[in-house]
């Protein structure tokens, strides 16, 4: 299972000196005192070089989070409850995600965006269909040996997967699997859908018991200051409006009416407009007005890094459905940090006026683009 490579950094490497004291005539507790005092000087290192002050709801997590790296050392402690984040976006709960990964001295650890682990899951339940416990087969594959892992964006929107979350949740609290979350939506507020809501309160419960639920708070959402751009993602990416021909053919983009091509994701034809080593075009209609998904998304990020989306909408106007695939599209490309470009008729704000709930992140995120304006 692909996991994010954990950056070397000096206090990884500092590992070797952790392992020693973990070894024969020391104390016990020496050793998780380390693994905790690791966790808080990575962030702080981590912090000052970045130039972050954190926020007071950051503070409370690193501490919690060294905590549960302090018991995951020690073998006769069980295992630490698991850890849900949630918060308003850009509140920095990735962040702190992210940095307990690279700081945790152990190598049996995945840090997964949840819409990839959950499309790796369905495609193993399905190659698993004919088995007794698919799932159970399936998270054998998946997780191999693994006793952290970390999922960053956690929502849920539909009931079937609400379900498969379900057995989920349990299979990996049964297999000891020390679990990290970061969802906007607090525990009571996932599936929203007043439809569905009330069946997945069993699930709400097993997180409210087995999890230990922090709010990742504060006033800002860090991505609107400019003064941190250099350590963001997403910001070499550009929105382009209105797509006037001369800005069209600064891009070295077709006419609008140039000739769609088809590309082979997995068994389907998807609709583009091009595509050049790795680069790839698209229209806003052909990835999100026909029927494609999370799984399609990331097999095209294997091939492509450099993303032009043409014809952005005004999202309200649009289908749920395709405003949700946007949404899933964006957070795909800014999770694996992808080289976007969008071009739409009006200015970003304008076109993402939508009402769907999930769409404050997208906003977020394509805020992060430059946005060139054209008048003539
Ligand atoms: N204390 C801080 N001060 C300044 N910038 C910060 C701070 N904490 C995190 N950031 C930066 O803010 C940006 C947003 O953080 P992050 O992606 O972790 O937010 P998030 O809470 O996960 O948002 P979302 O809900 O949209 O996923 C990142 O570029 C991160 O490096
Ligand atoms: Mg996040």
């Not at 998807?270 to 229209?283: M, S, W």
Request: aromatic share 8%.
């Amino acid at each position: 299972m692909p996991a994010h490579p954990p950056k070397r950094s000096r206090l990884t490497q500092r590992w070797p000196v952790l392992r020693r004291l973990f070894g024969k005539g020391t104390p016990a507790k020496a050793g998780h005192d380390a693994s905790a005092q690791l966790i808080r000087d990575y962030f702080r290192h981590k912090a000052n070089g970045q130039g972050y002050t954190l926020s007071h709801s950051q503070l409370r997590v690193i501490d919690c989070m060294a905590q549960q790296a302090s018991l995951l050392f020690d073998e006769t402690a069980p295992t630490p409850p698991s850890l849900y984040l949630h918060g308003s976006v850009g509140r920095g709960k990735s962040w702190l995600l992210d940095g307990f990964f690279q700081a945790l001295p152990i190598t049996q650890k995945r840090r997964l965006h949840f819409h990839e682990f959950f499309a790796q899951l369905h495609q193993g339940m399905f190659s698993h269909r004919e088995q007794d416990d698919a799932l159970a087969m399936t998270l054998n594959e998946l997780l191999l040996d693994c006793r952290v892992l970390c999922f960053d964006e956690f929502h849920v929107h539909d009931i079937g997967d609400a379900m498969l979350i379900t057995r989920l949740f349990k299979a990996l609290f049964q297999r000891r699997i020390l679990l990290l979350v970061t969802s906007n939506y607090p525990p009571e507020g996932l599936l929203p859908n007043p439809l569905y809501h009330a069946r997945f309160k069993p699930v709400i419960e097993l997180i409210n018991s087995r999890m230990q639920v922090m709010e990742v708070g504060g006033p800002h959402d860090y991505r609107s200051q400019m003064r941190n751009h250099a350590h963001q993602v997403f910001t070499q990416g550009r929105y382009v409006w209105p797509a006037t021909p001369a800005q069209r053919e600064a891009l070295n983009l077709p006419t609008e009416d140039a000739p769609a091509i088809s590309l082979t994701v997995g068994t389907r034809p998807i609709r583009a407009r091009f595509c050049e080593d790795r680069r790839v075009g698209f229209t806003f209609a052909d990835l999100c007005e026909q029927p494609t998904a999370v799984m399609d998304y990331l097999q095209l990020c294997r091939r492509f890094d450099h993303w032009i989306i043409d014809g952005l909408p005004e999202l309200g106007g649009c289908s749920i459905a395709a405003q949700q695939r946007l949404i899933n599209l964006i957070d795909v490309l800014y999770d694996q940090d992808k080289h976007l470009t969008l071009l739409g008729r009006l200015p970003l704000s304008e076109s993402l006026a939508g009402q769907v709930i999930d769409l404050a992140r997208t906003r977020s995120r394509l805020g992060q683009l430059q946005e060139e304006h054209s008048t003539g």
